[in-house]
């Protein structure tokens, strides 16, 4: 959105023309991405944490996974936001590679949360059931596969 916004004013702030060079955007975004996860990490982790939102460990698992009792779930959220932001701040959202992006995140973070939301509010020790996490996959999978093949960004070029 700031390149969105603030591009377009290049002609009358010259130094706003440096929001046109793809380097320059993107790390921005690496530099806010940084920034989510890093300084906000650990209050969100604080929040789970205090809200008692844990994964629950089986006691006939592997030993070495007991040390993981207690540790905050819903971690994609946190990765997620610290995508998702920098690119709607950073990223030229009309480009159709970029929309693809953003709703791949959306979904898979749509099913994460169903998951996660199945574990710790619904007592499912295994959460979304592997099956449907796959069917949701590979439905997102083949509808931007469709989107690409049906839909070319340049369908003068052809491959046959």
Not at 69 to 83: A, D, Q, R, W, Y
Not at 94 to 114: E, P
């Amino acid at each position: 959105m700031i390149y969105l916004l603030l591009y377009p004013l290049k002609k009358y702030v010259t130094w706003l023309n440096v929001l046109g060079y793809i380097s320059f955007r993107s790390t921005a975004a690496a530099l806010t991405a940084l920034f989510i996860a890093f300084i906000l990490g650990p209050y969100f982790i604080r929040i789970l944490k205090q809200h008692k939102i844990g994964e629950t460990i089986r006691q006939n698992g592997p030993t070495s996974h007991l040390q993981k009792s207690g540790t905050p779930t819903m971690g994609g959220l946190l990765i997620h936001c610290s995508v998702i932001i920098p690119v709607l701040l950073w990223g030229d959202i009309t480009n159709r590679y970029i929309q693809i992006l953003l709703i791949t995140l959306v979904w898979t973070g749509l099913l994460g949360f169903i998951d996660d939301y199945l574990k710790v509010y619904k007592k499912l020790k295994k959460g979304l059931i592997a099956r449907y996490k796959l069917t949701g996959q590979l439905i997102l999978g083949l509808a931007i596969g469709s989107y690409l093949y049906f839909f070319p960004e340049h369908p003068e070029i052809s491959s046959a």
